[in-house]
């Protein structure tokens, strides 16, 4: 069964720092373009990152860029997200989400995944 784990959600402070970890288990990983997603209360889903296939191209939203890196273990089957300088508005359910694709590319349209963990909370206290 194809499925996707995520942990490393915590309760920080204020310019501390996190790492999402998200687990594939079922896939061949290095067949997926992977992003993380995340929602806070009442706003819409939106994109945090993405990372295509072989690693090589990686995007962030604006407002996490020179704070937020994601990578890639294909070995491993896990793919992070390395948080750094927090804010509280990065609170937020985090996903990560996979799609299996031939292009080595780095999507941002949560519309284009097919897999999604079930989330891990990050809440960033004032």
């Known amino acids: 069964q194809l499925q996707l784990v995520e942990s490393g959600g915590d309760l920080v402070q204020s310019g501390g720092s996190l790492r999402l970890s998200c687990v594939a288990y079922g896939f061949v990983l290095s067949r997926y373009g992977l992003a993380w997603f995340r929602q806070a209360p009442g706003k819409e889903r939106e994109v945090v990152s993405c990372i295509s296939k072989s690693g090589g191209t990686v995007n962030y939203a604006d407002s996490v860029k020179g704070r937020f890196t994601i990578s890639r273990n294909d070995a491993d089957s896990t793919v992070f997200l390395q948080m750094n300088s927090l804010k509280p508005e990065d609170s937020a359910v985090y996903y990560c989400?996979?799609?299996?694709?031939?292009?080595?590319?780095?999507?941002?349209?949560?519309?284009?995944?097919?897999?999604w963990g079930q989330g891990t909370q990050v809440t960033v206290s004032s």
């Open positions: 989400a996979a799609r299996w694709t031939i292009h080595d590319m780095c999507q941002t349209s949560e519309f284009l995944y097919t897999f």
